[in-house]
């Protein structure tokens, strides 16, 4: 058993995620949020400290662990769900019952068709990684198969409503807002 990791003060939000706020509350009434690899859970926390129910999924066990303990801490209602999104491209969730899915600095394309099932209709998709502009060198993915190319995130969703998209290749970032049509 591994020693108890210490509390790490968590990063503030993607400036994405606080201008979406209202509409996060308001499609969260269509379902739980759910952070996709959501790592220390500075999304979750936030969500779950505005009162809405929260599941972060990520495949670190101690990450996860500390996380629930920080929601406990706090009283907020957050799930916190192990599993590893990029050996088996699923999601451990029922097609269609989340108000709201975040995915930040993760990519796994095979994953994208099944982000798209997990949204309710009318559900809200924050999305924001990294582009292949970027070079790993300010703590991004060395590895171009988990960086975007420009203008490839929203065809990653066919399905969904574009909502807001903006890329940066300077600074090499993507940021996408879409909804599922209801």
């Known amino acids: 058993m591994s020693a108890p990791i210490a509390s790490v003060p ?3 939000p993607s400036s994405l995620f606080l201008a979406y706020e209202e509409e996060i509350r308001t499609c969260a009434r269509l379902g739980p949020l759910t952070d996709l ?8 926390l936030r969500a779950a400290e505005w009162g809405l129910p929260v599941i972060g999924l990520d495949r670190n066990r101690e990450f996860l662990t500390e996380l629930g303990r920080q929601s406990e801490t706090g009283n907020r209602a957050l799930h ?3 599993a590893d999104l990029e ?3 699923c999601l451990p969730l029922a097609p269609a019952s989340c108000g709201v899915v975040l995915v930040f600095r993760f990519l ?3 994953l994208a068709p099944h982000i798209e099932e997990l949204l309710a209709p009318g559900g809200l998709l924050l999305y924001e990684t990294f582009l292949r502009t970027q070079n790993g060198s300010s703590g991004g993915p060395r590895n171009p198969a988990f960086r975007l190319a420009l203008g490839e995130l929203p065809s990653l969703f066919p399905g969904l409503e574009t909502l807001e998209y903006q890329e940066s290749s300077h600074e090499g970032w993507a940021r996408l807002a879409a909804r599922k049509p209801g």
């Open 10 to 12: 968590l990063a503030d």
């Open 87 to 89: 050996s088996a491209p």
């Open 37 to 44: 690899a959501c790592g220390r859970g500075r999304h979750a």
């Open 80 to 82: 916190c769900l192990r």
């Open 108 to 110: 796994f394309r095979a």
